[in-house]
């Protein structure tokens, strides 16, 4: 009855249907994270039908900001006291839950603290192996991920039936949350209570200055800084160019700013529009956070510092003469 050529249009269309991906938000059950528009930018690219889970306490204005994002078909909302805390412990369950009832094809998380206690649980539960940390998507089973701290680039192809994936989110646009109207429905009912971990309290560090992972300016500063105080220096140009203030870890390892402030392998993964890096050597483990900044600017007194090499502008100067100068300019 087919050519060859409808045949194959008929088990690629059928294909597609029969794709479907679970992004698991993340939000503060009040707003999405960032992060949770990205992930859904990857889902859109993986193709096929797209539902999202959003589990919380209060979590509706969550689920209906993302209810209205474009190409989301279904919410699928959990509201229980377990849930406090976001734990692992309990998310873990619903997940598994959710996923025997509607049978995806790909589960999808921000590789956020959110996302990689989650997902490698969610993986080992399904008997299948997690794809981390993934930047780019080549289609449904093919993904791309970086390795050796950013060093190389891998292309995987993933040959488990259910592709369990934590998605980088500087790596992808942030799906904007409007166009849409997706059925808004509630996650299968179950005991999700962990008897392994209780949520007793969370301490949130507040800051009027813009979230490091979705700043469009960032300033950075490294040990050249030499003390938290001299860090100073460098909140007065942040408040010059709405930035945020980041730090290496050898920063962060001799007590100058605080730990969530740390860039690089293992810290968090940067990708603004600016990056002005300030006494900063341009470690491997430091340029794996932060060498897909758009414009890179470095401020180092040694000219031979490797940082030079992924900067787009360079000053070879004293940081602490360099920096007040162009706070004072601005
Ligand atoms: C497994 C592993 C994971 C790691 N993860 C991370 C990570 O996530 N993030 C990270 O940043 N690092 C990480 N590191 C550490 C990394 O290897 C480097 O040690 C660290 O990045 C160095 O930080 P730094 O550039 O601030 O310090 P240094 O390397 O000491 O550089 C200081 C720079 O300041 C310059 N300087 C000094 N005084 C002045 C001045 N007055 N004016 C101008 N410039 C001046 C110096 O010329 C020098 O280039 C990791 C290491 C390992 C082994």
Do not use: M
């Given at each position: 009855m087919f050519s060859p050529?409808?045949?194959?249009?008929?088990?690629?269309?059928?294909?597609?249907?029969?794709?479907?991906?679970?992004?698991?938000?993340?939000?503060?059950?009040?707003?999405?994270?960032?992060?949770?528009?990205?992930?859904?930018?990857?889902?859109?690219?993986?193709?096929?039908?797209?539902?999202?889970?959003?589990?919380?306490?209060?979590?509706?204005?969550?689920?209906?900001?993302?209810?209205?994002?474009?190409?989301?078909?279904?919410?699928?909302?959990?509201?229980?006291?377990?849930?406090?805390?976001?734990?692992?412990?309990?998310?873990?369950?619903?997940?598994l839950a959710t996923q025997n009832q509607f049978k995806f094809t790909h589960i999808l998380a921000p590789a956020t603290a959110f996302g990689k206690a989650i997902l490698p649980r969610v993986a080992a539960?399904?008997?299948?192996?997690?794809?981390?940390?993934?930047?780019?998507?080549?289609?449904?089973?093919?993904?791309?991920?970086?390795?050796?701290?950013?060093?190389?680039?891998?292309?995987?192809?993933?040959?488990?039936?259910?592709?369990?994936?934590?998605?980088?989110?500087?790596?992808?646009?942030?799906?904007?949350?409007?166009?849409?109207?997706?059925?808004?429905?509630?996650?299968?009912?179950?005991?999700?209570?962990?008897?392994?971990?209780?949520?007793?309290?969370?301490?949130?560090?507040?800051?009027?200055?813009?979230?490091?992972?979705?700043?469009?300016?960032?300033?950075?500063?490294g040990r050249g800084l030499k003390s938290g105080d001299n860090f100073k220096l460098l909140y007065d140009l942040a408040d010059k160019l709405n930035a945020a203030v980041g730090a290496s870890r050898a920063a962060v390892d001799a007590g100058f700013v605080a730990n969530d402030l740390q860039i690089g392998q293992t810290g968090k993964i940067v990708a603004p529009d600016l990056y002005i890096a300030v006494g900063i050597s341009g470690a491997i483990q430091h340029l794996a956070g932060m060498k897909d900044s758009k414009t890179i600017v470095a401020i180092n007194k040694d000219p031979e510092a490797p940082i030079f090499q992924v900067s787009d502008y360079g000053l070879v100067a004293d940081l602490f003469k360099a920096v007040p100068e162009l706070t004072g300019k601005l």
């Open positions: 050529c409808s045949r194959h249009v008929f088990f690629s269309t059928q294909l597609r249907r029969l794709q479907s991906t679970l992004v698991v938000a993340e939000h503060n059950n009040e707003a999405l994270s960032a992060a949770t528009q990205n992930t859904l930018s990857a889902a859109k690219k993986i193709g096929g039908e797209v539902s999202v889970l959003v589990a919380g306490t209060k979590c509706g204005p969550a689920a209906e900001a993302i209810a209205k994002a474009n190409g989301v078909s279904k919410v699928l909302v959990a509201e229980s006291e377990v849930f406090k805390g976001f734990t692992a412990e309990t998310l873990t369950p619903l997940i539960k399904l008997d299948v192996s997690p794809i981390t940390d993934i930047i780019g998507v080549k289609d449904a089973n093919t993904f791309i991920r970086t390795i050796y701290a950013g060093n190389a680039v891998l292309t995987l192809e993933a040959k488990d039936a259910i592709k369990v994936i934590t998605v980088r989110s500087t790596a992808f646009p942030p799906e904007p949350l409007e166009g849409g109207s997706a059925a808004v429905d509630k996650a299968p009912a179950g005991d999700y209570k962990s008897d392994l971990v209780q949520f007793v309290s969370q301490e949130l560090a507040k800051s009027d200055r813009p979230e490091l992972t979705s700043a469009k300016n960032i300033i950075s500063g």
